[in-house]
């Protein structure tokens, strides 16, 4: 819930009247910077019509899950939970397939133990794609993964397609690409990218170091893309979508129009350091998200220009606030 996309659901649930129960880990710094603006002191708060609630518990831990769930009884979960930092995957690889792998097996288990009814979303990864076999990637192209991570996603999805199929719960997986926004984690390309730029240009940082600036990625809107997944649980039938922009672009495109957004030339800033470079790279990543356009009418309202732009807007404002500038 703490996360990117779960701060973006958490608001999208709450405007629709949703009672929201989202689950929080417990960590030494407060961790609830994103959807603060949700909840009144004490961690409840009525915004429009809807709730919020939160609650602590784990995917690590198979008891707190099935407390949770036999209290609330929920209509519908998503399971955004992860270790979600691909390169930290490769360090952490253990732990990581524990949350995203067997976390995701425990929430099924407890659903279907607890006989409930609730629809599942599950997060995919277009990481699954990995080494690709075909460009386009659509909900039929195999899966060849390239890291812990990406692994442990395709386990969880097969995980899910099996206990609808075995069991017949209401799971949908959806194969998200890259979804960005101010709200991204500081550690992954396009926001270290972001306040980067920020902090350049506002004299607080000489140099931005990077990795490898060829990888293409289907770079999205977080906000757009929280839609479908809602979408996807309002269908008579659960089904697995590609979610994407069908566009492709390098790191290196990404910074050109990052630094531009600011009047400067990328090549005066950025540093190539070989130690952001992975083990196993994912080259190039780009969906074809017709299925989704065609049987949930969704689709990217937010083009690769102005998610660089809002982004860069975004950390001049933050750097600004953060600095007292
Ligand atoms: O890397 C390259 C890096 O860490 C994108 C997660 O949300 O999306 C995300 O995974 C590309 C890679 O995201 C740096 O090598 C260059 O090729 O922003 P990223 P990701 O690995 O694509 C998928 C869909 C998920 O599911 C994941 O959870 O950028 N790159 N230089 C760099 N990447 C980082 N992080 N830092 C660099 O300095």
């Not at 998503?78 to 270790?83: D, E, F, I, S, V």
């Not at 009814?117 to 192209?141: C, D, H, L, W």
């Not at 910074?255 to 400067?264: D, Q, S």
């Not at 083990?279 to 998610?307: C, H």
């Amino acid at each position: 819930m703490t996360g990117q996309d779960g701060s973006y659901l958490a608001e999208l649930l709450v405007e629709k009247g949703y009672e929201v129960h989202g689950v929080v880990r417990r960590s030494s710094s407060f961790n609830r910077g994103r959807v603060e603006h949700l909840l009144e002191f004490g961690g409840h708060k009525v915004v429009d019509s809807g709730t919020l609630h939160l609650h602590y518990a784990d995917l690590g831990d198979g008891s707190s899950l099935i407390r949770l769930l036999e209290k609330i009884e929920p209509d519908e979960i998503y399971n955004l939970a992860a270790q979600s930092h691909v390169a930290v995957s490769f360090e952490i690889p253990v732990y990581t397939a524990d949350v995203v792998g067997l976390g995701t097996l425990k929430l099924l288990e407890a659903v279907r133990d607890l006989g409930l009814n609730s629809r599942i979303y599950q997060a995919g990864s277009s990481e699954m794609f990995g080494k690709v076999v075909e460009v386009p990637q659509s909900e039929k192209t195999p899966f060849y993964p390239r890291s812990p991570y990406a692994a442990a996603k395709a386990f969880a999805h097969w995980a899910a397609v099996n206990y609808r199929e075995a069991y017949q719960l209401f799971v949908c997986n959806g194969i998200l690409f890259n979804h960005e926004s101010p709200r991204r984690g500081e550690n992954f390309v396009t926001r270290k990218i972001s306040l980067g730029v920020a902090a350049i240009k506002l004299g607080l940082q000489g140099k931005l170091q990077l990795g490898n600036l060829d990888a293409k990625r289907d770079w999205g809107y977080a906000k757009d893309y929280v839609e479908a997944m809602w979408m996807m649980l309002q269908q008579d039938q659960p089904d697995d979508y590609v979610i994407a922009t069908g566009q492709t672009w390098s790191v290196r495109e990404f910074c050109e129009r990052a630094f531009r957004r600011v009047g400067l030339n990328w090549e005066d800033y950025v540093e190539v350091n070989p130690y952001y470079m992975r083990p196993t790279e994912v080259d190039i990543l780009k969906g074809d998200p017709s299925k989704a356009q065609r049987k949930l009418g969704w689709q990217a309202k937010t083009s690769f220009d102005d998610l660089v732009n809002l982004m860069v807007d975004a950390d001049l404002e933050y750097q600004k606030r953060t600095h007292r500038l």
